[in-house]
């Protein structure tokens, strides 16, 4: 999976958290429960995101190589 998808996948899971949280605040229970279960997928899917946003930065960047006139 790359860095992107991943970063989609929270995104999508952050919208949902946030509409969700909205209708906890007037007291649906299912709403509740959607969120509960969302903090866990966002709990593995943030992993994730940690383990590939590391390795990108760990990348060594090519250098451009000079050009001789």
């Known amino acids: 999976m790359s ?3 991943t970063m989609g996948k929270l ?3 952050l919208t949902g958290l946030a509409k969700d949280l909205s209708k906890v605040s007037r007291g ?3 709403a509740a ?3 509960r ?3 866990l997928r966002l709990e593995k899917v943030g992993k994730q ?3 590939e946003s590391v390795a ?3 990348k060594p960047k090519k250098k451009a ?3 001789k006139r």
């Open 49 to 51: 995101f940690r383990k």
């Open 3 to 5: 860095l992107s998808d």
């Open 37 to 39: 279960v969302g903090t």
């Open 11 to 13: 995104e999508n899971i």
């Open 65 to 67: 190589k000079k050009r």
């Open 56 to 58: 990108v930065a760990r």
């Open 33 to 35: 429960q959607r969120v």
């Open 28 to 30: 649906n229970k299912a």
